[in-house]
């Protein structure tokens, strides 16, 4: 399993990115200032983005695994590697999601306790109503992982 950073042409990981962020336009205003890494373990298995949010904290906008590599641990293994490669530049990382109980118990698994919850997140800012499964996503929880402990 290779873990690499990615600093050109981003958007070539933009199908699998639409997988954990249906709406493009959404992740175009986090991906050109993000630090995105890819996850292969022979081919492409995940990827993710983060961004600073201050000096302190920084976000895990998005994560997403091909569909038929889904349960296998690699969003998991990424998720441990980027919480120790920005543990000496931040304190805490966040992440927000929708209120699905399987998605919130995966980050609960990977450290992360729930932190606040933006009312009307889905609804306000996307095009669409956002469905994971058969539950509309309306508000965003975010979540947060200490990296210093």
Not at 44 to 70: D, F, H, M, R, W
């Given at each position: 399993?290779?873990?690499e950073?990615v600093?050109g042409n981003?958007?070539?990981?933009?199908d699998?990115l639409?997988l954990?962020?249906?709406?493009?336009?959404?992740?175009?205003?986090?991906?050109?200032d993000?630090?995105?890494?890819?996850?292969?373990?022979g081919?492409?298995k995940?990827?993710?983005v983060v961004?600073?949010?201050?000096?302190?904290?920084?976000?895990?906008?998005?994560?997403?695994?091909?569909?038929?590599y889904?349960?296998?641990?690699?969003?998991?293994?990424?998720?441990?590697?980027?919480a120790?490669?920005?543990?000496?530049?931040y304190?805490?990382?966040?992440?927000?999601?929708g209120?699905?109980?399987?998605?919130?118990?995966?980050y609960?698994?990977?450290?992360?306790?729930?932190?606040?919850?933006?009312?009307?997140?889905?609804t306000?800012?996307?095009?669409?109503?956002m469905?994971?499964?058969?539950?509309?996503?309306?508000?965003?929880?975010?979540l947060?992982?200490?990296?210093?402990?």
């Amino acid at each position: 399993m290779k873990i690499e950073k990615v600093t050109g042409n981003k958007k070539q990981f933009l199908d699998l990115l639409l997988l954990a962020d249906e709406q493009e336009d959404m992740i175009d205003r986090y991906l050109p200032d993000g630090d995105l890494f890819a996850l292969y373990d022979g081919d492409l298995k995940s990827v993710c983005v983060v961004v600073p949010v201050n000096g302190e904290t920084c976000e895990l906008k998005n994560i997403a695994t091909c569909v038929k590599y889904q349960g296998k641990g690699y969003g998991r293994a990424l998720i441990r590697y980027i919480a120790d490669y920005y543990k000496s530049d931040y304190k805490t990382m966040l992440v927000g999601t929708g209120e699905t109980p399987a998605i919130l118990s995966f980050y609960k698994s990977c450290g992360f306790e729930e932190s606040h919850r933006v009312k009307n997140f889905f609804t306000d800012n996307y095009d669409h109503p956002m469905f994971e499964g058969d539950i509309q996503l309306i508000d965003m929880i975010y979540l947060k992982k200490d990296l210093q402990g």
